[in-house]
Each structure stands twice: as structure tokens, then as C-alpha cells.
């Protein structure tokens, strides 16, 4: 054996032991960013509203457009860029030379993420008129999975329609779906629910503050808060801003334990018989005060059939091939413990993949993210 080939080995051996994820998990990672960065540019272009370039051209004045069609052109490069490395890669085998792909593939990962982000938010915030915010937009999301998953998007949706309640907060711990259904709910509000003149989407700062709460919520309804005014200011016009927008459903995701009111940030919380209506999320305990007189509806764990249910689906294989694998899926969908984003995080590693040695490999290496 000569040198090449036991260094080879050696490095084999400690990428098995030390679960430090291999080339071919960074690729199915990189597939799997590359795929979603292709379906985010084609909702943007296939939009149901005025052709892109059109309203680019019409609304070259509004940062906005500018802004997203620059994320447009910058983000089709970045996708010929991921789809030529995952082509180059495909085909490695030789451990020396993938393990110098590896911090290639993952930067590339890295940059596809923080495209992804933005792209999110700038759909979200994209092509307000200047007589009023848009109505809404559609939002990316995956397929609803499972009965229990089904079930709960039937209870949001009663409660979407139901006029009687103002406010709901939807609460869990972190990745066990929150996001995901008011992504549906959304989409569900825009096409079936009429009563409401606009839908807004306001995704919470990472620095969670009064004045970042409102820098965001301004963004999506076209309200001008000038930085240097006073936080209660601020809120009145804000408040004033949604009051005369008429009907609208607000939609405030990931919202922490905090210790101040809705109303500080200048949000009008709806109450009983209102024709508006907040939902938001939080992992909070429920404890706090943003969050006095809500209903509330807890998202819990996936039982254990409907989590191997949605693991087979991630995974892209079906029950004949979880037994031909030696049962190794349903383990690590069991390890999981019904939670949704870590099942899809383990899932999506091991996207059709037939070899035994690889699932082995994954489930000893306990590499999976919560």
C-alpha cells in the first residue's frame, strides 16, 4: 500500500469515528440548499402579479424592487456557481482530494444560506404601492405530512376564520413546526380567507427590542419611522398606520420572553368581534407580558409512526427500503423524538442514499442537529 492510500485510510477512519460529517453529507447538504435557492427564484419570477422585469422596470424608484431584483441576479450566479461544485464533486471518491473539497463545499453551503435568509425576507417585504402595503404574498413551504400534522393545521385555520378571537399565540419548543404552519396559514389566509384586506408577515429581530419590533413592522405596512423619535412616538404612528389600513391579519413569528406590551411597540391588539386579527409564535412559557390575553394552541412532538412517516418522506425512500436497511430510518427517526426540524435535518442527510454502511455510519456517529 503506498503512502497516498494509508493516509487515505487513516483520514477514513478518523472521519468515521469523529462524526464530523462527511463529503457526502455536505453534498446532499448542498443539494438540498441548491434545490430550495432554485424554487425561491422561480416563486419570485412566476409571481401571479405583473411580469418581475415589468414592475422592476415601472418601480425603479423603490428600494425594494432595486433589492430584490438584485437578490435575483446575484442569486442566479450563486446557483451556477453550487450546481457546477455539485457537479465537480459528484464523482469524488478519493478522501484526499475530498477532504480539501469539504471547506469548499462548505462555503458555498454558507453563502446559500444567507441568500436563502434574505431571499425570505425580501419576498416578504417586496413591492409595496405607494398608495398602501401589498395585500400579501404567498410564502415557500413544504407539504403538510401526517394526519396529526393535518389536524393541526385544521385547528389554526378554525381559528384563523373564527371572527370571535383577536389573537392567538401558537407556542412550543424550538423546531417543532411553529414557523412551518403559519407559513401555511398564511398562504391558507391569502387564497380562502376574504375578510381581511391586507396580510402581513413580520419575522422578529435577531435583537429582539421595541424599537427593532417596530422598524420591522413599518417595513411590511409602509409606514416612515424616523430613527431619532421618541419609542412612544414611534408607536402612535405606527398604531395610526393600522388603524387606517381597515381589515388586516398580522402574522408575528418568533417572538421571545419579553417584558413589554403590544401596544408599546404601536400594534392595536385585536379583541373579541374584531374584523383584525395577530397570531404569532413563540417558544416562551407564556409567562410574559406580550403575550396577556391570548388564546393560545400548543404544537407537541410527532407520535412515533407519523415522525417515521415524515423521516421516509425527507429521506426520499419508502418502508421496503427502511427494512432493507436493517430498520436503521426508524431508529433515527425515534432518536429524534418527534420533533420536526430534527427529523428533517437527519432525513435530509440521507437523501437516497442505498448504502448500509452510510446509514450505520449515521446513526453511530449521533451527528444529527437540533
Known amino acids: 500500500m503506498d503512502a497516498k ?45 405583473a411580469p418581475f422585469s415589468a414592475r422592476v422596470q415601472r418601480g425603479r424608484k423603490r428600494k425594494r424592487e432595486r433589492d430584490l431584483c438584485t437578490w435575483v441576479d446575484e442569486g442566479r450566479e450563486l446557483l451556477k456557481a453550487a450546481e457546477t461544485l455539485y457537479t465537480q464533486v459528484e464523482g469524488y471518491r478519493n478522501l484526499l482530494t475530498s477532504t480539501k473539497k469539504r471547506k469548499v463545499v462548505d462555503k458555498v453551503v454558507d453563502a446559500l444560506a444567507i441568500r436563502e435568509k434574505k431571499g425570505d425576507i425580501l419576498y416578504m417585504h417586496a413591492f409595496p404601492d405607494k398608495q398602501g402595503p401589498y395585500r400579501g404574498n404567498d410564502m415557500p413551504v413544504k407539504k403538510i405530512i401526517g394526519k396529526t400534522a393535518l389536524n393541526t393545521l385544521e385547528k389554526l385555520q378554525h381559528l384563523l376564520e373564527d371572527a370571535k378571537i383577536g389573537r392567538v399565540a401558537v407556542h412550543g419548543r424550538e423546531g417543532i413546526g411553529k414557523t412551518f404552519f403559519m407559513k401555511h396559514l398564511n398562504n391558507f389566509a391569502l387564497k380562502c380567507v376574504e375578510r381581511f384586506d391586507y396580510v402581513f408577515w413580520v419575522s422578529s ?38 388603524a387606517d389600513l381597515g381589515n388586516f391579519l398580522l402574522f408575528l413569528d418568533g417572538v421571545p420572553e419579553a417584558d413589554f406590551s403590544l401596544d408599546q411597540i404601536g400594534i392595536p391588539v385585536p379583541v373579541e368581534g374584531s374584523e383584525c386579527k395577530l397570531i404569532l409564535t413563540t417558544s416562551s412559557t407564556l409567562g410574559c407580558r406580550i403575550l396577556d390575553g391570548f388564546g393560545t394552541i400548543e ?33 433515527l427517526a425515534k432518536r429524534c423524538c418527534g420533533v420536526p426540524r430534527m427529523i428533517v435535518n437527519s432525513a435530509s442527510r440521507m437523501w437516497d442514499t442505498d448504502d448500509i454502511r452510510e446509514w450505520r455510519h449515521e446513526f453511530e456517529s449521533g451527528n444529527f442537529e437540533k
Open 5 to 49: 492510500a494509508v493516509v487515505g485510510a487513516i483520514l477514513a477512519l478518523f472521519t468515521y469515528f469523529s462524526g464530523v460529517p462527511s463529503l457526502d453529507d455536505r453534498k446532499r447538504n448542498l443539494k438540498s440548499k441548491l434545490e430550495y435557492l432554485r424554487a425561491q427564484i422561480e416563486d419570485i419570477e412566476n409571481s401571479e402579479r
Open 299 to 331: 404544537l407537541n412532538c410527532l407520535p412515533e409512526k407519523e415522525a417515521l412517516e415524515l423521516f421516509i418522506h425527507e429521506a426520499g425512500i419508502d418502508m421496503r427500503r427502511v427494512t432493507l436497511l436493517d430498520n436503521i430510518p426508524r431508529s
Open 205 to 242: 429581530p435577531e435583537q429582539f427590542s421595541i424599537r427593532h419590533v417596530q422598524d420591522a413592522v413599518a417595513a411590511v405596512v409602509n409606514c416612515d419611522l424616523p430613527s431619532d423619535d421618541d419609542l412612544n412616538v414611534r408607536a402612535s404612528k405606527l398604531s395610526n398606520t393600522l
